[in-house]
């Protein structure tokens, strides 16, 4: 088996129907996510709102809607499923696409890989991505932005490694793979 995981973190953002720039998205007063306009501004994930407001006035503010991104990754999964039968969604931002049936058919994992990128890029998703025999390792390694191929056990043990101790939101049920919600 070999797993391509898909990570969407502007995903609470990027599901927004309508939106202008700059933007962020906030829950419980705190800035969760902004765009590329407000982080140059100095807008972070974790900021007070009124600090946001205070760097950036011009700020459009929407509150985080979970349903609305679940609705996305989903959206999102049923158009993966044209590269491989096999997909799971991992909320609240990850795919993962099991793509080691699907090589031959594809002309190997770099192509695979290239046209899904292509095909996130034009439904206008910013994706962090790796791929990894076990579901697991490629979720944490595309979370931390990997952008690799480990299609061998030792590599992907050797690129884990490497990974901090405390991965930065990693999802509750991203250590459970019993809760996995298979889409195909």
């Known amino acids: 088996m070999l797993w391509l995981a898909l990570h969407f973190p502007l995903l609470p953002l990027e599901a927004l129907p309508l939106r202008q720039s700059p933007s962020a998205v906030v829950a419980r007063g705190r800035v969760q996510v902004g765009d590329a306009e407000a982080v140059a501004a100095g807008v972070c994930a974790g900021q007070k709102l009124s600090t946001a407001l205070g760097l950036q006035p011009g700020l459009s503010v929407f509150e985080r809607c979970a349903a609305r991104e679940q609705q996305a990754l989903e959206s999102l999964a049923c158009w993966a499923g044209r590269f491989t039968p096999t997909i799971s969604l991992v909320s609240p931002d990850t795919l993962l696409l099991e793509i080691g049936g699907c090589l031959r058919l594809f002309g190997g994992a770099e192509s695979i ?67 996995l919600v298979k889409i195909k």
């Open 113 to 179: 890989i290239t046209a899904v990128l292509a095909g996130c890029t034009e439904q206008s998703y910013s994706t962090r991505w790796s791929v990894a025999p076990t579901p697991l390792g490629a979720g944490w390694l595309a979370r931390m932005g990997s952008s690799e191929i480990h299609a061998e056990q030792a590599a992907m043990q050797t690129a884990l490694a490497a990974l901090p101790c405390a991965i930065p939101e990693v999802s509750p049920q991203i250590s459970n793979l019993d809760q």
